[in-house]
């Protein structure tokens, strides 16, 4: 029977139409404001990641600096066999300098402006001593097409230039955007030169080497800003070679014979699936290769299958970090690094798409799961998390509990690039230059040009806590150009408020045109219902707006490791151990709960929170929704749900009364 609701849930939810394409942006022409502001500069300052090369091992190797390593031993036939664990100081330290690259000019905070600079030139002077131009951590003889079987080579690389770019372009400054093509040219010229395969080894694993897939990344981003077709033939040639590479390579799911398979779904480590998805993006997009167009649609089919009511694709309990074809559920963990790799990927495919549906999945996974995996203070976060979660304990395994420093670096770090990556998709252009798309929306700050003017505007909102968004444009002279600002799938009755702009609906985009002057203003409300949602299990969640609310369970927090600055990992239990068995164990919707709520709204009120903090809206909830749920005895009961994210322990979704 689930197949089949399922099935039905997939078919209303199936928006993936395609609208107008857009154009991505400048780094440096976004800037965040507000609390999405706040909450960076508090992680820099105070959280964990402020001291996280100081407190993860795997983060103090210098492992892009002139020590390259050696890491291989020589097989019977005289083959150089590489250690798998290698690669990871590669990972994490490419990661991390994309982090502070973003977070430090997102912020303006000056010691991490210097600090980024500082890593990167490290990375620069190791270059130079390098007469090929090579960044990457292998040493000369054990490198790019002379290496076999597992290996990090095109993954760590790809990290660390993509650093380079980012810094490049928040500064302008040409070195590093010459290092980073430098580096690329050379790995390119040495798999062309050589055509050698990639992906087909002797014995093929499939964590560093298939994470290898994404040095189309950086390619891609290549490709914009050198405007040279070789990095699209060589992110062609890397794509085929992985689709064509043997059944014992791990992190298949995204070859394209698996993508055509509409009803194979996900089976392997969900991160790969999630970052490998604008591979697929990117090369439909740049081809219209019939093929990927399907793979596409595909893409969204079967992820739409595994995601958990949050928006990100689960992982099995027992196969850990694979999806292992499951549904999605409320109670099936899932990883941070697969909500940051999601938010990523599906911000790649509407600019490429211009689908506004995909704004509305990226902001539940950055509003909810990616706020729910953390704590509000950014001083932890969890490696795996679930929508309904009781407790958060070490014994359970690491990946569940609250840890300042899990034992594995990744999803630390990938939970720092989330808001910088969210920040850096708010906006886009329009291909004909005479538009702009606010595409996620929050408080920031827009500075770009249409045609000869530069246009500020200032997008002023307490999003999505408060859903009155004003947008103040400053164009230096009077200028004509559309601005379009997406309309969430969930408000149905937008207000807006543009004196003289002509206001048309295109493609789920709220499109106003006019000659735009200093000072002209557009007040958008918009409507913010109570919801109560089924999931594709038959349980029901609440919505208000772009935020899911959860029934909170009080926690006790208990250390069980210290490190420097205050941090540590943590144990959460419930205070209350009946509290968390009744909601889970007991407690339901009413019956056709959605059917209540429309004839009964009053059963389902909003109330503010007085002391709601505008500037760390999560540290106490933003505000409650008082609810009705059932016990076994059918008796009714009044309760409290407030946004996930202010909630570490919760229940989430329940079954519904008969």
């Not at 039905?8 to 976004?30: D, Y």
């Not at 206001?503 to 789920?508: L, P, S």
């Not at 007991?586 to 909003?606: H, I």
Request: glycine share 8%; hydrophobic share 40%; charged share 25%.
């Amino acid at each position: 029977m689930k197949k089949i609701i399922l099935a039905v849930a997939l078919l209303l939810v199936s928006p993936w139409i395609w609208g107008r394409s857009m154009q991505c942006l400048p780094l440096k022409e976004i800037q965040a404001g507000g609390w999405i502001k706040k909450q960076m500069e508090r992680d820099i300052t105070s959280g964990y990641i402020s001291a996280y090369d100081q407190i993860q091992v795997s983060m103090q190797g210098d492992v892009f600096g002139p020590q390259k390593a050696k890491n291989y031993s020589i097989d019977r036939f005289g083959n150089w066999e590489t250690r798998r664990e290698t690669w990871w100081p590669g990972e994490h330290e490419g990661y991390f300098a994309d982090i502070v690259v973003r977070n430090a000019f997102l912020t303006g905070h000056k010691p991490w402006i210097d600090k980024a600079r500082g890593i990167l030139d490290k990375v620069l002077a190791a270059q130079a001593l390098d007469r090929d131009g090579y960044i990457g951590i292998y040493d000369r003889e054990c490198r790019l097409d002379n290496l076999l079987n597992e290996n990090g080579e095109l993954w760590t690389q790809s990290r660390m230039l993509n650093a380079l770019l980012a810094f490049y372009e928040y500064t302008g400054e040409r070195k590093y955007f010459d290092a980073a093509k430098k580096a690329a040219d050379h790995t390119l010229d040495r798999y062309v030169k050589s055509g050698k395969t990639y992906f087909q080894q002797p014995k093929p694993n499939g964590g560093g080497l298939t994470h290898g897939l994404m040095f189309c990344e950086t390619m891609e981003w290549l490709s914009r800003l050198a405007g040279e077709r070789k990095y699209l033939d060589f992110g062609r040639w890397l794509y085929r070679d992985y689709s064509a590479a043997k059944p014992e390579l791990r992190n298949v799911d995204c070859q394209l014979g698996n993508l055509l398979d509409r009803e194979r779904l996900f089976q392997e480590h969900s991160v790969h699936v999630c970052e490998h998805m604008r591979v697929v993006f990117w090369l439909s997009n740049a081809t219209g290769e019939k093929a990927l167009s399907e793979a596409v649609d595909n893409i969204f089919y079967k992820y739409k299958a595994s995601q958990g009511p949050s928006g990100c694709i689960v992982m099995d309990p027992v196969i850990h970090e694979s999806v292992a074809g499951n549904y999605g559920s409320g109670y099936l963990p899932y990883e941070y690094c697969s909500i940051t790799e999601s938010v990523i990927s599906f911000a790649s495919a509407m600019q490429k798409f211009g689908s506004a549906w995909l704004g509305d999945q990226i902001e539940k996974l950055t509003f909810n799961a990616g706020q729910g995996a953390r704590l509000p203070d950014g001083k932890a976060i969890s490696y795996a998390t679930a929508d309904n979660r009781r407790d958060a304990l070490e014994k359970d395994g690491f990946r569940n509990q609250v840890a300042a420093c899990h034992k594995v670096a990744c999803c630390n770090l990938n939970a720092a690039k989330l808001m910088p990556y969210y920040v850096a998709n708010m906006w886009m252009k329009g291909h004909n230059g005479r538009s702009l798309y606010a595409t996620l929306l929050g408080a920031s700050t827009l500075n770009t040009k249409i045609g000869a003017a530069n246009v500020k505007i200032e997008e002023q909102t307490g999003y999505p806590f408060d859903n009155r968004v004003v947008f103040v444009v400053e164009p230096s002279v009077e200028t004509t150009f559309s601005l379009a600002v997406r309309n969430p799938a969930w408000s149905k009755n937008t207000v807006v408020e543009a004196s003289g702009a002509t206001q048309t609906i295109r493609d789920g985009f709220i499109v106003l045109s006019k000659k735009w002057r200093k000072g002209d203003r557009v007040e958008i409300v918009f409507d913010e219902p109570v919801e109560i949602r089924r999931f594709m299990d038959n349980e029901s969640y609440m919505t208000k707006g772009a935020l899911i609310y959860a029934a909170r369970i009080d926690e006790a927090a208990t250390p069980t490791a210290q490190f420097i600055a205050a941090l540590a990992n943590y144990d959460l239990a419930p205070k209350n151990m009946g509290q968390a068995a009744t909601l889970f164990e007991k407690m339901m919707m009413p019956a056709n709960p959605a059917t209540l709520l429309a004839r009964k709204p009053d059963l389902y009120t909003f109330e503010h929170n007085p002391d709601f903090d505008a500037d760390y809206p999560f540290d106490a909830p933003y505000g409650r929704i008082k609810a009705r749920l059932v016990d076994e005895g059918h008796n009714n009961t009044g309760a409290v749900f407030v946004p996930m994210g202010s909630a570490a322990l919760r229940k989430i979704t329940f079954r519904e009364d008969k």
